[in-house]
């Protein structure tokens, strides 16, 4: 694992790597990715994080984001995605602490394909501003967002899909959903299109809501307390985004961690 | 020995009263068949025995195996040997039917169920119900025919082993040659072990395979007829006026338990038409 401390300018390298974030600073980090990699950031500390990302033509890139920050982090990213290339940027925020995160995606040029999946356990202020532009024809932008909502937690996801005059055949898709187990959680969702060009295809979905009593019932009926119950379905729920990483067992420990953290829920 | 014993129960589903003084006894190793006709407490018993919030016990003890049921959460009554396979099985995306099973295994036990055990157990099972190999990585119910989803109960009770099983309509939904998979199953769990089973169903030819030892009738929220496999024989074959008539019973009203419709409020539009 790479440690990051101050600022850099990352190239990633074919295939995979993982890095740790953890500083007391405000950071500034540039990544560039150039050919086929995935790439698994730590984040344990950070004042704020800015980051600034390139895929470049015809790479196939994922980065994910683990944030495993016990104080508030504040974000700010941006992406280009070059020519046939596919980047996805993804979260996995079960910290527990509040988390502000800007995201902005460009599909610069055509066939890009540009992905946001972010699976968030949300027990205290989480904002996400996300922004999916398809500039150039052809391209493709798709935000996936997933979020269980704890008690006192509070979630505002404002998801922006624009496709701007000119980018001919785009598509530009968005799904969020938040699911809750109780009261005393707040939840806002909203998902926008901005669409400047005929012949595209968008759209977006969203729901925010309380598990099902019967569906509680049933799984209950089987042995289940409520706080386990409450962990598999969040785990369900959020286990997806480690999928993004091809690496076995990258992905096993990922998983672990994150149903740690629901068990103790 | 571990005995379900029922006295006078009592039981209203939002506000209405459904049970209205309800005996059962039910030990160790046991068949009991309810039956009656649609709408009279049948499903209402199963669920006020397993815990389901919205019945509610006005009246009357539930106890299994000394332990008083009612002060139990539905979860715990699970864990103490009850399970019901119910009529309409949640569909639960996001959770597939091995995490889930995994997880209900494991709150029985004092150590975690090793995944090698497991996954044995799970293939033996599926097979045991005809069920498609890949179910164990599917969401739990999720997508399933009616027929699957029952099947996928029994896979679950055979998996967890239950002290007093309760099936609510297991057979609708399932084909003759289905019905057939299932109770060979629930027969072959009965051969391991005194497996209890309160069983409920419309149909002969389940009991025919199912051989209950007791058939209960329940009209209007009591049991009203009691008696061996030779009177659900006689209900296939008779119906159930014979009962209203020599015992003086008359079913719940399908049209008293539909509540008054409920006006969403008038239109605004012919309201101001109207001047209003």
């Known amino acids: 694992m790479k440690e990051i401390r101050v600022n850099q300018n990352i190239r990633l390298e074919s295939g995979f790597q993982e890095y740790l974030i953890e500083s007391d600073r405000k950071l500034d980090l540039s990544i560039t990715c150039d050919t086929n990699c995935q790439a698994l950031f730590r984040i344990r500390g950070a004042k704020s994080l800015r980051i600034r990302g390139y895929a470049a033509d015809g790479c196939e890139a994922t980065l994910l984001f683990w944030n495993e920050c016990n104080a508030p982090l504040e974000c700010d990213e941006s992406y280009e995605v070059g020519e046939d290339a596919h980047l996805i940027a993804a979260y996995g925020e079960c910290g527990g602490a509040a988390v502000d995160r800007s995201i902005y995606f460009a599909l610069r040029r055509p066939n890009a394909h540009g992905e946001i999946l972010s699976a968030t356990l949300a027990s205290s202020n989480i904002n996400y501003r996300m922004n999916m532009v398809n500039f150039a024809p052809h391209t493709l932008g798709e935000m996936r967002n997933f979020a269980v909502v704890m008690k006192q937690g509070r979630l505002m996801i404002d998801a922006i899909g624009s496709i701007v005059n000119g980018a001919k055949q785009s598509k530009n898709h968005q799904t969020s959903r938040a699911l809750s187990f109780e009261d005393g959680q707040h939840s806002t969702i909203l998902p926008e299109l901005l669409i400047d060009e005929n012949d595209v295809e968008a759209s977006h979905a969203m729901s925010i809501g309380r598990v099902d009593d019967e569906q509680l019932y049933y799984l209950m009926s089987r042995g289940l307390t409520l706080p386990q119950v409450t962990a598999l379905i969040s785990s369900g729920y959020l286990m997806p985004v480690a999928d993004v990483i091809e690496k076995e067992e990258v992905r096993s420990v990922l998983r672990e961690e994150l149903e740690r953290k629901l068990s103790a829920l | ?276």
């Open chain 2, 1 to 276: 020995m571990k005995r379900l014993v029922i006295e006078n129960l009592h039981v209203t589903v939002e506000g209405k009263e459904i049970l209205k003084g309800v005996d059962l006894t039910v030990n160790s190793g046991e068949v009991h068949a309810l039956m009656g006709p649609n709408g009279n407490g049948k499903s209402t018993l199963l669920a006020a025995i397993m815990g389901h919030p919205k019945y509610i016990v006005t009246e009357g003890s539930i106890t299994f195996d000394g332990q008083d049921v009612l002060a139990m959460p539905v979860d715990a009554r699970s864990r103490a040997g009850l399970f019901l396979a119910m009529q309409y099985p949640q569909e639960i995306p996001g959770v597939t039917n091995s995490d889930f099973m995994r997880a209900a295994m494991n709150v029985r036990r004092e150590s975690p169920v090793p995944l090698f055990t497991f996954i044995k157990a799970m293939e033996k099972t599926i097979k045991d119900l005809e069920m498609k190999e890949d179910l164990a990585h599917r969401f739990l119910n999720e997508g399933f025919s009616g027929g699957e989803k029952k099947r996928n109960e029994i896979v679950q009770m055979e998996l967890l082993k239950p002290d007093l099983a309760m099936l609510d309509e297991l057979d609708s939904g399932l084909d003759v040659d289905a019905l057939h998979v299932v109770a060979n199953a629930i027969n072959n769990m009965r051969k391991e072990y005194p497996l209890s089973l309160i069983v409920v169903s419309h149909y002969e030819r389940f009991y025919e395979l199912i051989e209950p030892q007791f058939v209960h009738v329940l009209v209007d929220g009591n049991i009203v007829v009691e008696g061996d496999a030779a009177l659900a024989k006689r209900i296939d074959e008779e119906g159930y006026d014979w009962i209203y008539r020599d015992y003086g019973v008359q079913p719940a009203s399908e049209a008293e338990r539909r509540k008054a419709p409920v006006s969403l409020g008038s239109c605004a539009v012919a309201q101001k038409a109207q001047g209003k």
